[in-house]
């Protein structure tokens, strides 16, 4: 599979083949208990809907809990509250694809800052850095 473009920080993509989880990893998942929560932009189409199937499937092989599923509806104000919401009550990780870049960007940096890991779907609010605010 050919894979072109570079990230939004110029990183390269690797490809789906080299995307595997060790029976050492699952392992390490099992033993911590981790919860996750995954806020979308939307759930009402069929890709969102696939990225969600992929995401709670291969959680639950890993014992991993998705505690939280949450449709923004494409509003950043929601994405703002969910955020907020997810801060509070503290999973290990949150899965995001962002709804407007500017507008839920210190939302998304406040996640970081409550020691949660983020990991971003298809695009990264502005000013955010890999490593710092999210995993790379």
């Known amino acids: 599979m050919t894979i072109s473009g570079l990230g939004p920080h110029g990183e390269r993509a690797a490809p789906p083949e080299r995307v595997t989880l060790l029976p050492e990893d699952r392992a390490a998942v099992q033993a911590r208990s981790i919860r996750v929560a995954v806020v979308m932009h939307t759930l009402e189409s069929d890709w969102a809907s696939q990225q969600l199937s992929g995401m709670v499937g291969t959680f ?4 991993a809990a998705v505690t939280h599923v949450i449709d923004c509806a494409f509003s950043p104000k929601a994405q703002v509250a969910a955020l907020d919401l997810l801060i509070a009550e503290k999973p290990d990780a949150v899965i995001s694809l962002p709804v407007a870049n500017q ?31 999210y995993g790379t």
Do not use: Y
Request: charged share 15%; glycine share 14%; hydrophobic share 50%.
């Open 103 to 133: 507008e839920v960007a210190l939302a998304h940096a406040r996640l970081a800052d409550a020691g949660i890991k983020l990991v971003l779907l298809d695009n990264v609010p502005t000013g955010l850095l890999p490593g710092l605010h």
């Open 60 to 63: 639950g092989e890993c014992g």
